[in-house]
């Protein structure tokens, strides 16, 4: 790797973005070390420079040119992981996985990623458990997966910090925050929220933030924070409006829906019209992708919302 051009890359994005030296290289390295790292006087093992490059909100794939060929083949073997976990192949995704970690040593940061996909690879068991009669396995899974999270998170995460605190998260620091066991934690919701409000590229943004806005503004409704949960929804909405992709759209479409009418007494003619609008633009959107979710927003419209031109409208 290219370690002059690396420090001033890191540099300008850091100085650009207003953050610290402290904050940046919080659990990865020392403010001395993160300095010799701008200055180029140090090489950057390749898993740091890609952390650091993150945690600024930059994709660290528009920085290939800085990669050396040997860097480049951590890279490729995690893109096989990766793809064998997003088709749910176990058991491609188990060698996959070993054949990485026969590649690295022991630095912490490939630490860090094989816990986190060694989590994901249980979760998949876990999912296929369920299929079968033996509710302890399914159980003995989730409690391995969160245990190999809490050992990823443990490596650059610090376990609490204010609001006032800058936290900077890299991709696989988000993943592991966001990785759903049972159920998504708030407080690790609203860690990734307050990174990504202040450091994102649009690319990292689209894809994670509205998700975030999602499963946050459910926990405010099942808390009765409803305005709080419709201010999540609707800048959720903003931001897939600005970008190029509508991921997590119906859903907050028809969540919309729902968390509309607990801000009023009654249904009122001009906030059940805003709620059919909602249901509606979710329909589509479910419908468009073959979504069986399609199905319960017809459902809701029927029954909750009393709406009869449905056979027409759709």
């Known amino acids: 790797m290219n370690k002059y051009k690396l420090g001033e890359f890191i540099r300008y994005y850091r100085k650009k973005q207003k953050v610290s030296q402290a904050d940046l290289?919080?659990?990865l390295c020392s403010v001395a070390t993160m300095s010799r790292?701008?200055?180029?006087?140090?090489?950057?093992?390749?898993?740091?420079?890609?952390?650091l490059l993150e945690r600024l909100g930059l994709n660290?794939?528009?920085f290939e040119l800085l990669l050396d060929r040997d860097d480049s083949r951590y890279f490729r073997r995690r893109d096989e992981v990766d793809e064998a976990i997003w088709k749910k192949d176990v058991l491609l995704a188990e060698k996959e996985l070993a054949a990485y970690e026969s590649m690295v040593d022991d630095?912490?940061?490939?630490?860090?990623?094989?816990?986190l996909q060694k989590a994901k690879i249980l979760l998949l068991k876990a999912e296929n458990s369920e299929k079968s009669s033996e509710p302890m396995e399914k159980e003995n899974l989730f409690n391995q997966a969160e245990q190999l999270l809490q050992e990823a998170a443990e490596y650059t995460i610090p376990k609490d910090n204010s609001e006032e605190e800058e936290l900077l998260l890299s991709k696989i620091e988000i993943e592991i925050l966001l990785t759903k066991v049972r159920k998504y934690h708030k407080e690790n919701l609203l860690r990734v929220h307050r990174y990504m409000k202040k450091h994102y590229s649009m690319e990292l943004k689209e894809e994670i933030y509205p998700m975030v806005q999602l499963e946050l503004a459910k926990i405010l409704m099942e808390e009765k924070k409803y305005s709080e949960a419709l201010q999540e929804i609707e800048d959720g909405l903003e931001v897939t409006g600005n970008g190029r992709s509508y991921c997590y759209c119906a859903d907050l479409h028809f969540l919309y829906a729902k968390v509309l009418p607990k801000l009023n007494v009654g249904l009122e003619e001009q906030v059940q019209e805003e709620c059919v609008n909602q249901c509606l633009q979710a329909y589509y959107l479910y419908d468009f992708d073959g979504d069986e979710q399609a199905g319960e927003v017809e459902k809701y419209l029927r029954e909750v919302l009393q709406w009869e031109c449905i056979g027409q409208e759709m």
């Open 25 to 27: 290289c919080r659990n």
């Open 37 to 51: 790292i701008e200055n180029g006087e140090t090489d950057t093992p390749v898993m740091m420079a890609q952390t």
């Open 107 to 115: 630095d912490k940061l490939h630490q860090q990623y094989i816990k």
């Open 60 to 62: 660290v794939n528009k």
